[in-house]
């Protein structure tokens, strides 16, 4: 039962890798790093709807999906702004959901934690 969730846990390092090369893309703070994010964004997702989640996080799966929907919406809509307005958009939709990620991501930790220990 222990190997479900060990598999849960890496399959999610390996995506939340893939978050934080999106992050440094935005961070980078030019036009093209931005846009450089969308197809990344759609695989992250894809990604995260792929995975099973154990029963014991799976609202917390479902947020995260919803979470990175929602991270892709704002950094989508940055990219059809005006040049002058994509980076500050894009930087400030990546503000906003990233913590809402790690708050997801620190629950579903906490939850498996235990589980993995026995």
């Given at each position: 039962m222990t190997n479900k969730y060990l598999k849960y846990a890496e399959r999610?390092?390996?995506?939340?890798?893939?978050?934080?090369e999106i992050s440094n893309l935005i961070q980078i703070?030019?036009?093209?790093?931005?846009?450089?994010?969308?197809?990344k964004f759609d695989y992250a997702i894809a990604?995260?709807?792929?995975?099973k989640p154990p029963e014991e996080v799976n609202k917390e799966h479902n947020e995260l999906v919803n979470a990175l929907r929602m991270w892709n919406l704002g950094n989508k809509q940055a990219n059809g702004m005006k040049s002058e307005h994509i980076v500050i958009n894009a930087q400030a939709a990546m503000?906003?959901?990233?913590?809402?990620?790690?708050?997801?991501t620190d629950r579903i930790v906490q939850k498996l934690k235990p589980l993995v220990q026995n």
């Open positions: 999610l390092h390996s995506i939340g890798d893939l978050i934080v703070g030019s036009i093209e790093s931005v846009r450089a994010t969308e197809e990604s995260v709807k792929d995975v503000l906003k959901y990233q913590s809402v990620i790690e708050g997801i």
